[in-house]
């Protein structure tokens, strides 16, 4: 199956389908800043970050944009890795260390039967890296 075959049947045309980074050598990704999104509220039906939350020096700010520019009873997926205290570094002007998934649950205000998937490596063991991953629907 074609790519454009395989997001066809998922019911999202590749044509619909946007990305932002901030570099790329492809046409369908545009050049962004997750802290400052150039899309107008309410413009998208899923968001998937992908480990890419980490790199954020004001995750709130990022979260709050991702918040903005989704629909309402949008879904939204976060990936990130678990790092233990042991194995991090201070980033400069940090505001908010992500550890786990719940702490994007609770900033988001996800009620409980809006989680649709919750693997939280934090709570299963504190001292090991490993993959967070939470898709929740945001209902603004």
Same mark, same amino acid.
């Given at each position: 199956?074609?790519? =454009?075959?395989?997001?066809? =049947?998922? $019911?999202?045309?590749? !044509?619909? /389908?946007?990305?932002?980074? *901030?570099?790329?050598?492809?046409? @369908? ?5 997750? $802290?400052?999104?150039?899309?107008d509220n #309410?413009s998208f039906? *899923? ?5 890419? *939350? ?6 709130? @700010? ?6 903005? +520019?989704? @629909? @309402?009873n949008a879904? /939204? ?16 002007? #940090?505001? %908010?260390? *992500? &550890?786990?998934?719940?702490?994007? /649950?609770? %900033? ?8 649709? &998937?919750? &693997?939280? =490596?934090?709570? /299963? #063991?504190?001292?090991?890296?490993? $993959?967070?991953? +939470?898709? &929740?629907?945001?209902? !603004?």
């Amino acid at each position: 199956i074609r790519r =454009s075959e395989k997001i066809s =049947s998922t $019911h999202y045309d590749w !044509k619909n /389908i946007n990305a932002i980074d *901030l570099q790329t050598n492809s046409k @369908k990704i545009n050049l962004g800043d997750m $802290h400052e999104i150039k899309y107008d509220n #309410n413009s998208f039906d *899923l968001i998937i970050s992908g480990w890419t *939350l980490a790199y954020s020096t004001n995750k709130k @700010k990022a979260l709050d944009e991702i918040i903005r +520019v989704s @629909k @309402k009873n949008a879904i /939204i997926s976060i990936g990130f890795t678990f790092v233990p205290e042991s194995e991090t570094f201070k980033m400069k002007n #940090n505001d %908010y260390k *992500l &550890f786990s998934t719940k702490q994007l /649950i609770e %900033y988001c205000n996800i009620k409980k039967e809006n989680i649709l &998937f919750n &693997f939280d =490596s934090y709570e /299963i #063991n504190k001292n090991e890296k490993r $993959h967070s991953i +939470v898709i &929740f629907r945001i209902e !603004k």
